[in-house]
C-alpha cells in the first residue's frame, strides 16, 4: 500500500461526504472544513480532521483561493479535492496549490483553461475532428455581428456565456426582437456570475437528448466509462440521469461511436483525471460536442453503478500516479440500469429554490438504493449554496426494475420542515413517456408534472402531521 496521505476536502454537501468515504477507503487521512455557518455540517462526521475555514459567505469561505492554500500548508496537506462547484474549474487555484508542492485531485491546469472557455473547447473540438453544434465562430462581440451571424443561422438560436455552468448565462431567442433584448443581458450575467462577459451563439436544438461520457484518465492512458442521459432537466439543469441512455438504447454502433468521440476529446486537451464530455444528440442521433465538465459531476453514482468503477477512488488514484482498479478498456462493461433523482429544496410548481430548516427525516435503504446525501436534523438550507440536498441512487437489473425501485425509494423519502422536489420526482417517473424512456430536454415542459401536485399541495398540513406523528414514534420506540 502506498503512503498515507492527508487530504483536504474544500467543498461541502454530501460531494464533500463522497471524497471523505473515498478517502477513507484508500487509508488516506480525510480533512473536512466547517465554518462559521455551518459549524455541525454532517461531512465532519466522516473527516479525520477538522479545521476551521472562517468567514462569513463563500467569498470569503470555499472561494478563497488564498486562504485554503494557506490552511493546507498549515495542516501539512498532501492534496486537495475541490468536489464539483466552487473552485472546482478554477485553474488559478489548481496553479497555486501546485507551487506550494502540493497535488490538486482533478486535471491539469492547461486542461481546466482549454475546456473552462465555451468558445476556446469548441475549437479545440473541431480541430480534433469532433462535430460540435452549429453555431458562430468564437466569440460574438457586437450585436451587429450577432444579427449577421443568426441570418446565416436561422432562428431558433442560443446566446451562451462562454464561461457560464449550472444552467446559468443562457438565453433562447426565437427571432432577431428577442436576440436585441437579450445579447447584452447575457452578456452583462456572464460578467456578473462568471467574470467573463462574452458569449457564443448556437443553434438551438429543438427537443434534442442531453447524453454525456463519463472519462477516467490517468497520466498515461484514457479511459471512457460509458454513457448518461440527463435530458430531463429544468431550467437548463438536470433533475433525472440515467445509465445506459433509454435513447441511444441497443444501438452498439452509436454508443461505441460516441464514446471514441469523447476520448479524442480528451486526449486533444491530454486529460488525466476524471471527467465528462457532455453532446447533444438529434432525433436523427447526430450527436454534437457542448462542453466538457473538469471535474466530477453530480451524477457520477450512476455511473459507478452500471459499471462498479468507483470513480472517487480512482480520481484520487490517478492525482497521486498510482494504478488505477482497471487496466483495459474491456474490463469496464455496462450491466443493469441506473438512474438518479437530484433531491432538492424548491418548490415543486415553480421548482425555485425554497430554502429552509429540515427538522426531521427518513429513508429506506432496500435493495439496489443508494442515498448520497448532507441531511440532519436540523440542517438549515440556505440561499448560499446550491439547493440540492441529496441524490437518491437505484440500481436494478434491467430499467424497469430501477424505476420501480426509484418509486418505492421516494415514496419512503420523508423531509420534514421545508418545501422539496420528493413529490414531483415521483410524478416525474411514474409518467408513462418515462416508463417508456421516450423524452427529451423539453420533458417537463412537455409532460408539466407540477400541474399533478397543485391538487394535492393544500392537503400538505396533514400530510406532515402524519409524516410527523410517524417519526415521533420511531424516536419513542
Ligand atoms: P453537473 O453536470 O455535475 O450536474 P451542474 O451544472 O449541475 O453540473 O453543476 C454542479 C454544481 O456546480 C452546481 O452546484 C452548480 O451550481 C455548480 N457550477 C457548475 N458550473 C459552474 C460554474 N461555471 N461556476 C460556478 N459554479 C458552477
Ligand atoms: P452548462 O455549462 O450550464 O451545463 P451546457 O452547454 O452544458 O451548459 O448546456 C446545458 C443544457 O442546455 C444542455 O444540457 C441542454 O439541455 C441545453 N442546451 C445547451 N446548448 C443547447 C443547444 N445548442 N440547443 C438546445 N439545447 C441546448
Ligand atoms: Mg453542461
Redesign the pocket.
Known amino acids: 500500500m502506498s503512503k498515507v496521505k492527508r487530504i483536504l476536502i474544500a467543498n461541502r454537501g454530501e460531494i464533500a461526504i463522497r471524497i471523505a468515504k473515498a478517502a477513507n477507503e484508500l487509508g488516506h487521512d480525510s480533512i473536512g472544513f466547517w465554518t462559521d455557518n455551518e459549524p455541525k455540517a454532517y461531512h465532519l462526521e466522516f473527516c479525520k480532521e477538522w479545521v476551521h475555514l472562517s468567514g462569513n459567505n463563500i467569498s470569503e469561505t470555499f472561494l478563497n483561493i488564498d486562504k485554503i492554500v494557506s490552511l493546507a500548508l498549515e495542516n501539512k496537506v498532501d492534496a486537495i479535492h475541490p468536489g ?3 473552485l ?2 478554477n485553474s488559478e487555484f489548481v496553479r497555486k496549490v501546485e507551487k506550494e508542492g502540493m497535488i490538486f485531485i482533478g486535471p491539469n491546469a492547461e486542461a481546466i483553461d482549454l475546456m473552462g472557455d465555451k468558445a476556446k473547447s469548441k475549437k479545440i473540438a473541431r480541430d480534433a475532428g469532433v462535430p460540435t453544434v452549429p453555431g458562430s465562430d468564437g466569440v460574438v462581440d457586437t450585436l451587429e455581428e450577432a444579427r449577421k451571424v443568426t441570418k446565416e443561422m436561422g432562428y431558433p438560436v442560443l446566446l451562451k456565456a462562454v ?5 446559468k448565462g443562457m438565453r433562447v431567442c426565437l427571432d432577431e426582437k428577442e436576440l436585441e433584448k437579450n445579447f447584452e443581458a447575457v452578456q452583462r450575467e456572464g460578467a456578473s456570475s ?1 467574470g467573463n462577459p462574452d458569449l457564443l451563439i448556437e443553434k438551438y436544438i429543438l427537443d434534442p437528448r442531453h447524453i454525456e461520457v463519463q472519462i477516467l484518465a490517468d497520466k498515461n492512458k484514457i479511459y471512457h466509462v460509458y454513457e448518461r442521459e ?1 435530458s430531463i432537466q429544468r431550467r437548463h ?2 433533475i433525472v440521469e440515467e445509465s445506459p441512455s433509454p435513447f441511444i438504447g441497443d444501438d452498439q454502433k452509436l454508443r461505441e461511436s460516441i464514446c471514441k468521440t469523447a476520448i479524442d476529446l480528451a486526449q486533444a486537451v491530454n486529460y488525466d483525471s476524471a471527467g ?1 464530455v457532455e453532446f447533444i444528440m438529434d432525433g436523427d442521433k447526430s450527436f454534437y460536442f457542448l462542453e466538457m ?1 473538469t471535474r466530477i ?3 457520477h453514482p450512476i455511473t459507478e453503478e452500471v459499471t462498479g468503477v468507483d470513480l472517487l477512488v480512482n480520481m484520487i488514484k490517478s492525482a497521486f500516479g498510482e494504478a488505477l482498479d482497471i487496466t483495459s478498456q474491456d474490463q469496464i462493461t455496462q450491466k443493469g440500469h441506473s438512474i438518479e433523482c437530484r433531491i432538492c429544496a424548491e418548490d415543486p410548481i415553480t421548482m425555485l429554490p425554497a430554502p429552509g430548516v429540515i427538522n426531521g427525516f427518513s429513508y429506506q435503504l432496500n435493495q439496489g438504493v443508494r442515498f448520497d446525501h448532507c441531511i440532519y436534523p436540523g440542517v438549515e438550507i440556505t440561499p448560499d449554496f ?1 439547493p ?1 440536498i441529496g441524490k437518491l441512487i437505484t440500481f436494478g437489473l434491467n430499467r424497469d426494475v430501477a424505476i420501480r425501485k426509484m418509486i418505492e425509494a421516494l415514496k419512503h423519502l420523508k423531509l420534514i420542515g421545508l418545501k422539496s422536489n420528493v413529490e414531483l420526482q415521483k410524478v416525474i417517473v411514474s409518467e408513462k413517456s418515462f416508463k417508456e424512456g421516450k423524452y427529451s430536454t423539453k420533458y417537463i415542459e412537455m409532460i408539466k408534472p407540477q400541474e399533478d401536485l397543485k391538487e394535492k399541495s393544500f392537503n400538505d398540513k396533514d400530510f406532515l402531521e402524519i409524516i410527523m406523528s410517524e417519526l415521533v414514534s420511531k424516536v419513542v420506540r
Do not use: S
Request: glycine fraction near 24%; aromatic fraction near 14%; hydrophobic fraction near 30%.
Open positions: 464539483y462547484g466552487f472546482a474549474e464561461a457560464g455552468g449550472g444552467g462568471f440527463c439543469q438536470k465528462t465538465n459531476q453530480v451524477e446550491d440540492m
